[in-house]
């Protein structure tokens, strides 16, 4: 019986056991817990696109109406002067400039303070042609310092080449010489002459001066019996040969005249003194004016040399690109002709001044 006893105990201590593993295993397996995201290898972020600056504006160019320019002009001293000043009024019209004019009645202190007066008004660019060369440095680093480009029209100034821009006109120097050699031409290689120079200290008097003597150097039957200004004017250039008839007569060959006007007056004077201008006296004169040409169709004035007036669409120009930072030449040099009696009648209809 005791071994019976034994295998029942044996046999319930078996079965406890199986159940006790069987209920290991039956419990439900916990609800596995996410693992915790482990952190994600931080990637690098992509970097954002630097953000654009803002690309520095460009400031946009002005245009003619923009622009506000100040001329300082001589006068009104020749028929010359006359058509230079309606060309640049006439221009700034046409383009829309706003132009500040002022005439200096050939006074160099009213120029100077026409240029102190642009500057006050804060112009962009300033136009001058100086009465004289000399006498102009103050002011035009007056400018400079307000930042105020010069731009000098038609005639030079004696000033550091930092004082101005640019330089719009002829070569007077050339027109001398080729005056010169005209009147080579006309006496043969062989008389006196006289000479109405422009304006004392004038760029054009100076140069128009050196360009003849120069030249005359060659011509060793030609000399030159004298020389006096007639200031550029039809009525000076008329009293001064008035003067030169008295003293030298029929010694004269020739006239050389540094603008038309003046040489228009002196016809005047060859007249009332009873000699015929053109035969008697040949005139040589420069600028090309409409009235040169009415005397050379009337015989009394032999040559011109040509001295373009015209110079508003140039001088608008180089403004508007100085006033845009832009670099101009440092001369702007007109192209110009030599015309005589020969081709005169043809040529007076043509002829825009
Ligand atoms: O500066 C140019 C000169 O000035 C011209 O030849 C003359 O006629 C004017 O008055």
Same mark, same amino acid.
């Given at each position: 019986?005791?071994?019976?006893?034994?295998?029942?105990?044996?046999?319930?201590?078996?079965?406890?056991?199986?159940?006790?593993?069987?209920?290991?295993?039956?419990?439900?397996?916990?609800?596995?817990?996410?693992?915790?995201?482990?952190?994600?290898?931080?990637?690098?972020?992509?970097?954002?696109?630097?953000?654009?600056?803002?690309?520095?504006?460009?400031?946009?160019?002005?245009?003619?109406?923009?622009?506000?320019?100040?001329?300082?002009?001589?006068?009104?001293?020749?028929?010359?002067?006359?058509?230079?000043?309606?060309?640049?009024?006439?221009?700034?019209?046409?383009?829309?400039?706003?132009?500040?004019?002022?005439?200096?009645?050939?006074?160099?202190?009213?120029?100077?303070?026409?240029?102190?007066?642009?500057?006050?008004?804060?112009?962009?660019?300033?136009?001058?042609?100086?009465?004289?060369?000399?006498?102009?440095?103050?002011?035009?680093?007056?400018?400079?310092?307000?930042?105020?480009?010069?731009?000098?029209?038609?005639?030079?100034?004696?000033?550091?080449?930092?004082?101005?821009?640019?330089?719009?006109?002829?070569?007077?120097?050339?027109?001398?010489?080729?005056?010169?050699?005209?009147?080579?031409?006309?006496?043969?290689?062989?008389?006196?002459?006289?000479?109405?120079?422009?304006?004392?200290?004038?760029?054009?008097?100076?140069?128009?001066?050196?360009?003849?003597?120069?030249?005359?150097?060659?011509?060793?039957?030609?000399?030159?019996?004298?020389?006096?200004?007639?200031?550029?004017?039809?009525?000076?250039?008329?009293?001064?040969?008035?003067?030169?008839?008295?003293?030298?007569?029929?010694?004269?060959?020739?006239?050389?005249?540094?603008?038309?006007?003046?040489?228009?007056?002196?016809?005047?004077?060859?007249?009332?003194?009873?000699?015929?201008?053109?035969?008697?006296?040949?005139?040589?004169?420069?600028?090309?004016?409409?009235?040169?040409?009415?005397?050379?169709?009337?015989?009394?004035?032999?040559?011109?040399?040509?001295?373009?007036?015209?110079?508003?669409?140039?001088?608008?120009?180089?403004?508007?690109?100085?006033?845009?930072?832009?670099?101009?030449?440092?001369?702007?040099?007109?192209?110009?002709? %030599?015309?005589?009696?020969? %081709?005169?009648?043809?040529?007076?209809?043509?002829?825009?001044?």
């Amino acid at each position: 019986m005791k071994k019976n006893r034994l295998w029942i105990l044996l046999v319930v201590i078996l079965f406890s056991l199986s159940l006790a593993a069987c209920g290991t295993t039956a419990v439900e397996p916990a609800a596995e817990e996410p693992a915790a995201e482990a952190p994600a290898a931080e990637e690098p972020a992509a970097e954002a696109p630097a953000a654009e600056e803002p690309a520095a504006e460009e400031p946009a160019a002005l245009t003619y109406e923009d622009l506000v320019v100040g001329f300082a002009q001589i006068g009104a001293e020749s028929e010359w002067r006359t058509a230079e000043t309606n060309s640049i009024l006439a221009v700034a019209e046409e383009l829309g400039v706003e132009l500040k004019f002022s005439d200096a009645q050939q006074q160099q202190e009213n120029q100077i303070a026409a240029i102190r007066s642009f500057i006050a008004q804060g112009v962009d660019v300033i136009g001058v042609a100086p009465v004289v060369e000399s006498g102009w440095e103050p002011v035009f680093q007056e400018a400079k310092d307000a930042g105020i480009p010069i731009i000098l029209v038609d005639r030079g100034a004696d000033v550091p080449d930092e004082l101005y821009t640019s330089f719009i006109g002829s070569d007077f120097v050339l027109e001398g010489e080729n005056a010169c050699e005209e009147m080579a031409g006309l006496l043969s290689e062989e008389g006196n002459i006289i000479e109405l120079q422009g304006t004392v200290g004038a760029g054009p008097a100076i140069d128009r001066q050196a360009g003849f003597a120069s030249c005359l150097e060659g011509y060793p039957n030609m000399s030159m019996l004298d020389s006096q200004s007639g200031n550029f004017t039809r009525a000076e250039g008329k009293e001064v040969m008035e003067a030169f008839l008295q003293t030298y007569g029929d010694q004269i060959n020739g006239v050389y005249a540094h603008n038309d006007d003046m040489a228009i007056g002196a016809i005047q004077a060859i007249e009332e003194y009873g000699l015929v201008p053109g035969e008697d006296i040949k005139i040589v004169s420069v600028d090309g004016v409409k009235g040169a040409f009415e005397a050379m169709v009337d015989g009394t004035l032999n040559c011109t040399v040509e001295c373009n007036p015209l110079l508003g669409p140039q001088f608008f120009e180089a403004a508007l690109m100085l006033a845009n930072g832009e670099e101009v030449p440092r001369w702007i040099k007109s192209n110009e002709g %030599v015309y005589c009696q020969e %081709v005169a009648a043809e040529m007076l209809p043509e002829r825009q001044y």
